[in-house]
């Protein structure tokens, strides 16, 4: 059996060797954390994004240029050759999952990563996986791969998952003082595991039982923020008929100190994780027979807001004698959420094709992502918010960027001429109240009256 106390000593005296595959918003600032004390290898396979790295860009605001620069050539070593993993103690895949063309989940980037470390994998060597899968993953389809190499997964080499928990653009909680969770798939490897994260983070580390306990919090995770997203989605959409202001409702029950957790409406889900974990359960819940009626209900009111958000621009444009046809509607937030650039799943993407779709044209402006790819193209942000709002019909606020104040927004609105605005996330608190008199004010959640 693989030596917990081998492993266990070079954790302690630093002279492990990291090896980190993939590094995208995960994979970067963990091998950057790693190699505060442990040689770390960081493995991907885009020559491009290595270039880049290698030249101290970082494209994430969670890792800065000065820091990338510190420990280049120092304790980390970029490389987009795999033979360059072979002598890593630790091998952690932070790869993504996405879901393929019938949405359903792909495991390819997984199991290229595993079929890579077969063919070098040896004795004593031990691998984690952070990406986020549905239970039964590490065991049911990568100790399979690598058990091809003739070794034996808890005897020959160590095995655990430890889902990654990072939220991008957190000014708060990064990849250092967030509690980590993991499972191995014998308790030898999860406390090996365990070890190797207690040694780099400020945060407590949590022992499961196995893989799938672990697998299954970080799934429980991103289901909860769904549902309960999907929630505030269909009560905005109830209360907005009812002719009631939905986050007057929402901060009226946070008052309450216990029973109550707030969450929002808007125009969607966007990013990696809550539009797509919550349908890697559903995919292996149906393997086990069971229908996840309610979680797939929450996939439907949550795609259903980027129409909504559609339907109340068609509504604002007719107050003004108007259609989507042959309008210029300005987007303001192509990302999926405040103050990040990621665009992944963004609501905007679908409401531009919806613009285009119904013969409108769309500008965009965001001070964070400068492009987003539609199926109509890429789109680009215009440099600044006076040239995105010109000639401009209407006005759709997807993103509540911190920049996207009150007063920001009020002088655009005021250089246009009877402005239509949607706001999706409740950045004009009082509509268009004090800023003009012949614009229509629009919000989800919102009374939808003329102002």
Same mark, same amino acid.
């Given at each position: 059996m693989f030596s917990l106390e081998e492993l266990s000593k070079k954790i302690s005296d630093g002279s492990a060797k990291v090896g980190v595959i993939g590094l995208g918003y995960v994979g970067l600032p963990l091998a950057i954390l790693m190699s505060k004390r442990f040689k770390v290898v960081g493995f991907e396979k885009s020559k491009e994004i290595i270039e880049q790295l290698k030249n101290g860009k970082s494209p994430f605001t969670d890792v800065t240029e000065s820091l990338l620069t510190e420990r280049l050539g120092n304790t980390l070593l970029l490389s987009d050759n795999e033979k360059d993993l072979g002598d890593c103690d630790f091998l952690i895949i932070c790869v993504p999952t996405p879901l393929d063309y019938e949405k359903k989940p792909d495991l390819?980037? /997984?199991?290229?990563?595993?079929?890579?470390i077969q063919t070098f994998l040896k004795k004593g060597q031990f691998v984690i996986l952070e990406s986020t899968s549905y239970p039964g993953t590490t065991e049911e389809i990568m100790i399979p791969l690598f058990e091809k190499s003739g070794l034996k997964a808890g005897e020959d080499f160590g095995v655990a998952y430890s889902p990654e928990r990072v939220d991008p653009g957190n000014k708060k909680f990064k990849v250092e003082n %967030?509690?980590?969770?993991?499972?191995? /798939?014998? =308790?030898? &490897?999860?406390e090996i595991a365990a070890?190797?994260? =207690?040694?780099?983070?400020?945060?407590?580390? /949590?022992?499961?039982?196995? &893989?799938?306990?672990? =697998? +299954?919090?970080?799934?429980?995770?991103? /289901?909860?923020?769904?549902?309960?997203? +999907?929630?505030?989605?269909?009560?905005?959409?109830?209360?907005e008929r009812m002719g009631i202001n939905a986050w007057e409702v929402i901060d009226i029950a946070c008052t309450k100190p216990f029973g109550f957790m707030p969450f929002y409406p808007g125009a969607g889900v966007g990013g990696h994780c809550?539009?797509?974990?919550?349908?890697?359960?559903?995919?292996? +819940?149906?393997?086990?027979?069971? %229908?996840?009626?309610?979680i797939e209900l929450s996939g439907? %009111?949550?795609?259903?807001?980027?129409?909504?958000?559609?339907?109340?621009l068609i509504e604002g444009l007719k107050r003004v004698n108007k259609k989507i046809t042959k309008s210029t509607i300005t987007i303001f937030g192509i990302a999926y959420k405040r103050d990040v650039k990621d665009t992944r799943e963004s609501p905007s993407r679908i409401i531009i094709e919806q613009i285009i779709s119904s013969g409108g044209n769309a500008k965009i402006f965001d001070p964070f992502a400068k492009e987003i790819e539609t199926k109509y193209g890429k789109y680009k942000s215009e440099k600044d918010a006076e040239q995105a709002v010109k000639n401009s019909d209407a006005i759709v606020i997807v993103v509540d960027h911190t920049i996207f104040t009150e007063e920001f927004l009020s002088n655009l609105i005021k250089t246009m001429d009877e402005p239509v605005i949607v706001d999706c996330k409740n950045v004009l608190k009082e509509g268009l109240k004090g800023i003009c008199e012949d614009g229509?004010?629009?919000?989800?959640?919102?009374p939808n009256h003329s102002e």
């Open positions: 390819s980037y /997984i199991k290229t990563a595993c079929r890579s %967030i509690p980590k969770v993991v499972g191995g /798939i014998n =308790e030898t &490897c999860t070890k190797l994260y =207690e040694s780099v983070l400020e945060a407590k580390v /949590i022992r499961t039982r196995d &893989c799938k306990t672990a =697998e +299954a919090a970080k799934i429980a995770e991103n /289901i909860f923020r769904d549902v309960n997203i +999907a929630l505030a989605n269909e009560l905005a959409l109830i209360f809550i539009p797509l974990d919550p349908l890697y359960l559903s995919y292996q +819940a149906k393997k086990y027979e069971f %229908i996840p009626r309610f439907e %009111i949550n795609d259903f807001m980027p129409i909504h958000t559609i339907n109340l229509i004010y629009l919000g989800i959640g919102k």
